[in-house]
């Protein structure tokens, strides 16, 4: 099931500009990895397939994780934003109120209107989205986006959460592939909702 929401993806050509622009909105950086290998399982998520990437993780009232790819990134109509006045999340599909049934059945939450809060397992692993209907905006995005690419959430049972966002409408499911970071091995998966948003498990008490 998943447990909470762990961070928004910020894909970004420029590295250290984009640690820079997080950090005058009152980002603090926590930990910064250099040259991470590429898992090959989210190639077809991606425009090209990088081989290595560097990722910084930032905190303000929710995690940011910036992730610049050796292939670059790519300039494309955005599904994801971050309203850094208000903390929001939000989402710009063409079916806002597909897009919000999908969101209630699989995450932890509860759902006002066009918008939906995240209750995770602890406080830090809650977040606000909020769902703006655009009939014309784009239907998806690729992860090597510049700007706002992914949602990341933790999951302890990833094979059950990836069939379960699949029978309801997900699509583009990656196996579970596996990320070292200084040793620590994660499992993450990923996929797309309906909505074409590209949302990221990551599992988390792997016996």
Known sequence: MILGFSHLTFGARDFEQAIKSFRSMGFVP??????VQSAPAKWPLMTQPAQKHDLALLKRSL????VSHDTGSVD???VLDFDSTTGDIMLRVQDARRELDFLEKVLPCTRAGDRI???GAFPTW???LRLVEDRSGPHSQ???IEGYSSLAFYSNNIEEDVRCFVELGAGNATEEFFVELNGRRIGVAMLRSPGGV???LLRINRQ
């Open 30 to 35: 926590t930990n910064v990895y250099r040259s």
């Open 126 to 128: 809650s977040a606000r």
């Open 142 to 144: 690729p992860l090597d």
């Open 198 to 200: 590209i949302l990221e």
């Open 117 to 119: 809060a995240i209750h």
């Open 63 to 66: 995690t940011v994780e910036i």
């Open 76 to 78: 494309r109509p955005p």
